[in-house]
């Protein structure tokens, strides 16, 4: 399976209401904190890779008060290998759920790897036409829409068209599509309109 | 708190009659499976560190059937530093469990980290006198007795010798007592009687 996506800047006020007259389902609201490490031992920049720890929150649990926030916070783990191959955009990827972030952030802090930069952001998941339509708000960037799909290798062209076409249904231009992570933006000081 | 740890070799059988006629409690058995990594850029066995998968399984739940007793075997993973103190053997740690022990793996491996020795057991925990007594059966080695218990920084001397009586009363020699981890002993080659 290939993850199709793609990714515009756009306000998220026109786009809601977009959404909402399309009859998209909402799905959830999230807070996420994304830090990336740098390697003691390789330079992630050229070699492709990235070893990340993501916390998650849900959004919608905000109001239940101080201990079920806490236990409703997530984190997981992931490694991104180099890419094997540029078509495809295929790397080897690894990730897992972790009982505690702090404890996992302290083994890679203990093996001499350090926080580079950290992406937060909020998300909002929406379902439409098959596809989930994700609003961000990632700070110090501002306001993003992305549209993903999987699919099989051998529909990916297609995947892609159906992507732009529910971009231009919420009033969206495909042609402006981002292909720069929020980590890329980020380190390239690339600040929000 | 301290952890404190008495470990003698020990055949079994007359132990596993000792603790019955002591009145001990059996807590649970379980098979865990210790993978300790090298790294790329430092000598663990030089800078005192660790890298540590431990993969556990339940095992009263081997009747249970395939599913159940996959839904059963947790992971963690665990870093521990170098001695802080060699008095208290202090030292940094930091340790999470893990959704897949697989996917943890993949990211140490993805990052360059390479299992150095795998340290399989079986493990038998009792409670007596407020301690825990763990019967081992280790790959290679053979079978072997840990007495522990935790401590406060002061009380450091009067649990040794609380864990030196239990051994006695289980008619074992604490003077026998073995210092050097499982880890340490499989790779010295120190095998089994």
Redesign the interface.
């Known amino acids: 399976m290939y993850e199709v996506e793609v990714k515009v800047r756009a306000d998220h006020e026109a786009v809601e209401a977009a959404l909402d007259a399309a009859g998209a389902e909402f799905v959830d609201s999230v807070v996420q904190a994304d830090t990336y490490y740098d390697?003691?031992?390789?330079d992630f920049a050229e070699t492709d890779?990235a070893?990340r720890i993501r916390r998650e929150r849900d959004l919608e649990s905000d109001d239940a008060g101080g201990e079920d926030e806490t236990e409703r916070e997530t984190a997981k783990?992931?490694?991104k290998?180099p890419l094997l191959e540029a078509e495809s955009k295929s790397r080897?990827e690894?990730?897992?759920?972790?009982?505690?972030?702090e404890?996992?952030a302290?083994?890679f802090?203990?093996?001499?790897f350090e926080p580079a930069a950290t992406v937060r952001k909020e998300r909002a998941h929406y379902r439409l036409d098959g596809y989930t339509v994700t609003l961000d708000s990632v700070d110090g960037l501002g306001e993003f829409v992305e549209v993903e799909t999987e699919t099989e290798d051998d529909d990916i062209e297609a995947a892609r068209e159906g992507a732009r076409a529910v971009l231009d249904d919420l009033g969206l231009d495909p042609a402006e599509q981002i292909r720069t992570s929020y980590l890329g933006l980020l380190l390239d000081g690339d600040a929000g309109e």
């Open positions: 390697a003691p031992h390789r890779e070893l783990i992931t490694y290998g080897e690894h990730e897992t759920a972790v009982a505690d972030g404890a996992a302290g083994v802090d203990g093996l001499g």
